[in-house]
Nanobody, 117 residues
Framework: EVQLMETGGALVQPGGSLRLSCAAA????????MSWVRQAPGKGLEWVSG????????YYAASVKGRFSISRDNAKNTLYLQMANLKPDDTALYYC??????????WGQGTLITVSS
């Protein structure tokens, strides 16, 4: 059974930083690209970032490019999202997902980030 568990969500002030983690289990992690997807209150899903299976190529939505950094540790079966200069518009439930935008086939439960002063 594929399991993805996100951690690291918190209440943070505008301009602050945060790192999310996603622990993967139940599949061969380094055989799959991975993504982060978010859903803001009352809005639809927004793909945020993706990384190829080896960690060599990364991809970002325009809304987060230059502020967020995706990475992975295949030895630890863990995906990360380092976020900086957070804005109130970044408030959302953040999901870890297997695959890349347009081809996501497994999701975690999500972790909540609230950006507010």
């Amino acid at each position: 059974e594929v399991q993805l568990m996100e951690t690291g969500g918190a209440l943070v002030q505008p301009g602050g930083s945060l790192r999310l983690s996603c622990a993967a289990a139940g599949f061969t992690f380094d055989n799959h690209a991975m993504s982060w997807v978010r859903q803001a209150p009352g809005k639809g899903l927004e793909w945020v970032s993706g990384i190829d299976k080896g960690g060599d190529s990364t991809y970002y939505a325009a809304s987060v490019k230059g502020r967020f950094s995706i990475s992975r540790d295949n030895a630890k079966n863990t995906l990360y999202l380092q976020m900086a200069n957070l804005k109130p518009d970044d408030t959302a439930l953040y999901y870890c997902a297997r695959g890349l935008d347009g081809a996501l086939d497994a999701w975690g439960q999500g972790t909540l980030i609230t950006v507010s002063s």
